[in-house]
Structures are given as structure tokens and as C-alpha cells.
């Protein structure tokens, strides 16, 4: 590593914002390439120049092309630039960087909230692999779905590998961040469990629009994840013969992995109660089938832990045993106290025979004082820390969230099927109960 040089740049950070109203009018940004990018009252855009960076680190210098386009240079394996980013709409943004480079192995990655009080990384774009240009061009590459909050975000463009070429970085609104309109507030003290709310999956094509909506993109998720969360498509979440069919399919529309991710946000969220659902989750190994709950306070990734999470149940395809279809069930809770980025997650696990074979019933029972982990009605998951709130940040509302990804963290811990082409996640009905 080379002497590392900091820069403090007094340049104000250009950005191109058109909020979301009824205004009609357009505005005209000339980009690099002396292309002209409109942005219209249905986008919001935020456009960074490279060379506006307020620090650096990693051999980062400024040049310029024989037009007078100023953009930045690395000349370290590991460099960063630092920005402030004013974001005036909390929701899903497309990340783009305008750039080049002489190694199709070179990447970049957006780290946001880097002065946050936990000392956390939070990689919100993933890896994006640049592209290989010729002849000093610059080419777009991109990622969809980072979240992020209305405010003031302090951010760093991580540059991997050596000789790239950043002209500048976008970010553009693609799916508001969607509050919930309706909160269940389910009684715990009563004598039997009654049906409170539900969805049978009883009809046909997408998904109730009234119920779920979809979350988007591919980022990674916070866990490197592969696939890109499709919306409204049916060839990744589809109502067949009574059930739910969220389908991972692979090298799928331009996507290594293309699959989906539904959520009650937006929709209705819940406290207490007992939330249960009956699946059959895929065998080969690289999957992650998911069903669990997220804080409805979520919007970016700042939010979690201190939203809560609720792991009602997670299987990995490399627990799964390829003829038998037996595996392992998985029930965790995600609390400020407890939580896999710092390795104290408080968690269970049962061996489920047939779990990719057969139909299982997953729930748990959510009081005030503690949540209760179940398989096939068999307890086996306690949770009752509440001594304070970041022992206990359930006292707020959560919403359901049933998903399939591929690879990552830990879906991808064993590596890949690599003869699979696509994986199901089937689900019967998801309900929610509570005692009257």
C-alpha cells in the first residue's frame, strides 16, 4: 500500500433531483459521454461527480480528456472517495457509476453510513464489476434496489482493483419506500387461537396485490445474495393449485439468478400473536428459503437491528440431503443485542425428515414478554430477553416477509449446485392467529 493522501475539496456535490409531484417540467444534465439524460416529474435522480469527492484514500488522482471531462484516477489495488449525499425521497434506488477500466475484475461497492455508531459496514450496492472500455470511453454498470432514507448520507465509493477511471455516480429512484396503512394488534391472553388475518393462496397468477408487495433489485441484500428480486412477474411468484410458488430461476433474463421477495409492508403489519405458515422448501445446495418477519420501522439498512426480526424459519439447500430430502430447520431473532453481524444471535435448530420432500408447518407464538419457536407444532425456540429495548425491540410492529435466495453469506457457504437451473419455495397459506 502506498502513502495514503487525504484531500479536504471545498466542491459542492452536483445534484440533479426532481422530486415526485405534479410538476410538469423537464430539465436537460449533460453527462460525460455528451449524451443527455432527461429527468422528468416521474424520476428522482442525484447525480455525483467522481472529482467532487470530499476525502480520499489509495493513490486517487484527478485528470481530464482532451474535451476538458474531469474524472478521477486510482493507481491502488484498495482506494476509496468519500461524499455527502442528500437523498429527498426514502426508497429503492438504482446505483449506477459511470466508468472504465483495463480489468474486467475491477469493481466498486457503495459503503453508506460510514460514521455510524456501530462500527458497521453497510455495503448497500454489493459488487458492481466495471466494464472493460477501450479507447478512454466510459460505460455504465449498475445495480438495482439500495434502500435508502430521506437525509444526509455520508458515503463512500470503494474502488477494487487498480487503473479504474470514475466519471461519476448516480443514484435514481426507482420504487418509493411504502408505509404501512394498517396495523393488527393480536390479543395473547385469551383461551384458543382464532384466525385474525390470512392468505390461502387460492387464485391464480401474481400474487393478492392487497396483500404483498414486492420487494426489488440486486444488491446482495447485505449478504452478497445472487439473484435480482423480480416484481410482478409470475415466473418468480405465482399462485398454482392452492399454493404459492416463489421459483428461483437461473441465467434468467440477463441475471445470473432471478427469484422474488413479497412483504405485508405497505400493506399491514402486525403485533403479537401467532404467525404460522405451511411450506416445502427446495433440496439443492446454494439455496436460502426464508419466512420471517422484519420491524415495520425498516426503510434502510441503518434501521436493522434496531427494528427487530423475527427468523421463523430459514433452511439452506446444503443441509438438505439430496435423496432423503431431510434437513434442518432453522428459528432466530435479530435484536440490537443479539444478531449474526456481531456473532451472538440467539438461535435453534431441529431436524426435520422430509423437509424438502413434504409439507411442514412453521410459526411461532409472539407475547409480550417472549416469542416461542415451532415446527409441526413441536416447540423448539424460546426467546424472552426484555430487559430494555435493545433487548427487546418487539413491542413494535413487524411485517411478513417470504423470500428465496440464491447463494450469499450463507445460502452460497458450500458453494453452488451448479447442474441446478431453478429452485421452489412452496407455500400453502401464511395465517395469523390470536387467543380469544
Not at 489495488?77 to 459511470?98: A, C
Not at 441465467?251 to 401467532?274: H, P
Amino acid at each position: 500500500m502506498g502513502k495514503t493522501k487525504f484531500f479536504s475539496l471545498s466542491f459542492t456535490l452536483l445534484f440533479v433531483t426532481c422530486c415526485l409531484t405534479s410538476c410538469k417540467e423537464k430539465e436537460t444534465i449533460e453527462n460525460h459521454s455528451n449524451e443527455s439524460t432527461e429527468v422528468t416529474s416521474e424520476t428522482s435522480s442525484i447525480l455525483i461527480e467522481a472529482e467532487n469527492f470530499i476525502n480520499m484514500e489509495g493513490g486517487v488522482k484527478v485528470e481530464s480528456n482532451d474535451e476538458g471531462v474531469k474524472y478521477i484516477v486510482n493507481s491502488e489495488e484498495d482506494s476509496w472517495l468519500y461524499f455527502d449525499v442528500n437523498i429527498l425521497q426514502s426508497g429503492r434506488y438504482k446505483f449506477e457509476v459511470n466508468a472504465s477500466t483495463v480489468d474486467e475484475n475491477t469493481s466498486v461497492w457503495m459503503e453508506d453510513y460510514i460514521d455510524n455508531k456501530d462500527s458497521r459496514t453497510y455495503n448497500i450496492t454489493g459488487s458492481v464489476f466495471l466494464t472493460s472500455a477501450n479507447n478512454n470511453s466510459f460505460a455504465v454498470s449498475s445495480k438495482d434496489g439500495s434502500p435508502l432514507k430521506e437525509g444526509l448520507h455520508k458515503m463512500k465509493l470503494h474502488i477494487k482493483g487498480a487503473e479504474a477511471k470514475v466519471d461519476w455516480i448516480k443514484f435514481t429512484l426507482i420504487k418509493k419506500h411504502q408505509n404501512t396503512p394498517e396495523l393488527l394488534t393480536q390479543q395473547t391472553d385469551g383461551q384458543e387461537w382464532k384466525l385474525a388475518w390470512s392468505d390461502e393462496f387460492d387464485g391464480q397468477g401474481l400474487p393478492d396485490a392487497k396483500k404483498w408487495t414486492f420487494d426489488i433489485g440486486d444488491w446482495g441484500w447485505g449478504n452478497n445474495e445472487l439473484q435480482y428480486y423480480t416484481e410482478n412477474r409470475e415466473e418468480n411468484a405465482r399462485q398454482e393449485n392452492g399454493n404459492l410458488i416463489i421459483e428461483a430461476r437461473k441465467n434468467d433474463i440477463g441475471n445470473e439468478w432471478t427469484s422474488a421477495r413479497l412483504t405485508t409492508r405497505g400493506k399491514v403489519s402486525f403485533l403479537y400473536g401467532k404467525i404460522e405458515f405451511r411450506a416445502q422448501v427446495p433440496r439443492n445446495k446454494g439455496n436460502w428459503a426464508a419466512g420471517w418477519t422484519l420491524g415495520d420501522s425498516y426503510v434502510d439498512e441503518l434501521s436493522w437491528p434496531y427494528c427487530g426480526e423475527i427468523d421463523i424459519l430459514e433452511s439452506v439447500g446444503f443441509e438438505v440431503d439430496d435423496e432423503t430430502g431431510d434437513g434442518i430447520a432453522h428459528c432466530t431473532v435479530h435484536t440490537p443485542a443479539y444478531y449474526f453481524k456481531i456473532n451472538n444471535q440467539i438461535s435453534s435448530i431441529k431436524d426435520i425428515s422430509k423437509i424438502a420432500a413434504e409439507f411442514h408447518t412453521y410459526s411461532v407464538e409472539w407475547t409480550p414478554t417472549e416469542i416461542k419457536g415451532f415446527v409441526d407444532g413441536e416447540k423448539y425456540y424460546m426467546y424472552d430477553k426484555i430487559a430494555n429495548e435493545k433487548e427487546w425491540p418487539f413491542a413494535q410492529p413487524q411485517n411478513i416477509i417470504l423470500n428465496l435466495a440464491m447463494g450469499g453469506g450463507w445460502g452460497g457457504a458450500e458453494g453452488m449446485d451448479e447442474s441446478m437451473t431453478s429452485q421452489q419455495f412452496i407455500v400453502d397459506y401464511v395465517r395469523v392467529y390470536e387467543k380469544r
